[in-house]
T-cell receptor, first 115, second 113 residues
Framework: GAVVSQHPSWVICKSGTSVKIECRSLDFQATTMFWYRQFPKQSLMLMATSNEGSKATYEQGVEKDKFLINHASLTLSTLTVTSAHPEDSSFYIC???????????FGPGTRLLVL | DQQVKQNSPSLSVQEGRISILNCDYTNSMFDYFLWYKKYPAEGPTFLISISSIKDKNEDGRFTVFLNKSAKHLSLHIVPSQPGDSAVYFCAASAASGTYKYIFGTGTRLKVLA
């Protein structure tokens, strides 16, 4: 149990376009989902926390208008990178938990390359 | 301000021996700690966790030790296997911080056959 999927696993896009990444909890209902990004050889940095049906809470320094998060249901959260630029190229990972302080279960990640 | 630190970026251990990965934290409000294993281009896989009310938790070959006074935790893997080669991240969270995780910088473990 506790499987989290992400789609797509890879995306290459042109600068200025928007990219949507989906995160799904496959076998449990996730009250909370988290979005992280990881640059090469660095740690996972939390971007935002989202609860179903409410607005996401963004970490300091993360632009909420650039990284739109929608937690539409207890099994789906989406991250949209709007007007992507090359510096947004990174590895984006979501996680989900049933209830706090329940362990977070991570998706396989999405590698974004903005040309 | 790195609240969770893993000071050893890499570690090499012979197969069958013990691997000890260390993690230090600065925030005394942290009350829940976890270890994750990560392969390149994949999401982290949960290994083991420990609450601050305990000082040890064991699960098969993996044992986590917590020393609250020293603000230090460690992960012991015995015996180490080549399949354990990966990057290991410790993470900490606090009830007062809405349980969000703060990750360490990771330690790359290489188990030599």
């Amino acid at each position: 149990g506790a499987v989290v999927s992400q789609h797509p696993s890879w995306v290459i896009c042109k600068s200025g376009t928007s990219v949507k990444i989906e995160c799904r909890s496959l076998d449990f209902q996730a009250t909370t989902m988290f979005w992280y990004r990881q640059f090469p050889k660095q740690s996972l940095m939390l971007m935002a926390t989202s609860n179903e049906g409410s607005k996401a809470t963004y970490e300091q320094g993360v632009e909420k208008d650039k990284f739109l998060i929608n937690h539409a249901s207890l099994t789906l959260s989406t991250l949209t990178v709007t007007s992507a630029h090359p510096e947004d190229s990174s590895f984006y990972i979501c996680s989900a938990s049933r209830e706090t302080p329940e362990t977070q279960y991570f998706g396989p990640g999405t590698r974004l390359l903005v040309l | 301000d790195q609240q969770v630190k893993q000071n050893s970026p890499s570690l090499s251990v012979q197969e069958g021996r013990i691997s000890i990965l260390n993690c230090d934290y600065t925030n005394s409000m942290f009350d829940y700690f976890l270890w994750y294993k990560k392969y390149p281009a994949e999401g982290p896989t949960f290994l083991i966790s420990i609450s601050s009310i305990k000082d040890k938790n064991e699960d098969g070959r993996f044992t986590v030790f917590l020393n609250k006074s020293a603000k230090h935790l460690s992960l012991h893997i015995v015996p180490s296997q080549p399949g354990d080669s990966a990057v290991y991240f410790c993470a900490a969270s606090a009830a007062s911080g809405t349980y969000k995780y703060i990750f360490g910088t990771g330690t790359r473990l290489k188990v030599l056959a």
